[in-house]
């Protein structure tokens, strides 16, 4: 699914339930993490519901891409947390900073109908995937 797959879905969902059961729905289509992964080092400070990103690095034919998963104790959590990968996951460090996470979120409607607390740990998800974005770019610039 294409961030602008994503957006037209979105916009032919009426009202803002049919939106939040659509991103309940989506994270329960997130791949599970193992035990092990739901480690203090995974885990997104910032968030009232528990947050662990998992974050890998693939080496292709180019540039680097970052892969990202994840999971949350809170089920519209696990949802911003598939939009979230769907926005940036597979993508070149240089692809994910130039994202413009909160335009994309508010073409979905979401700025203005999560509680500030939710909408402070999205944006504590989206500073932790660009820092790992550019965590690569400074290894890959001293390599």
């Not at 974050?55 to 680097?64: I, L, M, R, S």
């Amino acid at each position: 699914m294409t961030i602008e797959s994503l957006i037209e879905d979105f916009s032919f969902l009426g009202d803002w339930e049919e939106r939040y059961r659509y991103v309940i729905e989506l994270g329960r289509e997130l791949e599970p993490l193992s035990e092990e992964e739901h480690s203090a080092a995974n885990k997104v400070p910032g968030c009232v519901s528990q947050v662990w990103l998992v974050t890998e690095t693939k080496h292709g034919d180019k540039e680097p891409r970052l892969v990202f998963r994840g999971d949350s104790d809170a089920h519209i959590v696990r949802g911003l947390i598939a939009i979230l990968l769907q926005i940036f996951s597979g993508k070149t460090p240089r692809e994910i900073l130039d994202v413009d996470a909160r335009q994309i979120l508010q073409k979905l409607g979401l700025n203005e109908h999560l509680s500030p607390q939710r909408s402070n740990g999205l944006y504590s998800m989206v500073g932790r995937i660009q820092d790992d974005a550019r965590a690569l770019l400074a290894t890959a610039s001293h390599a």
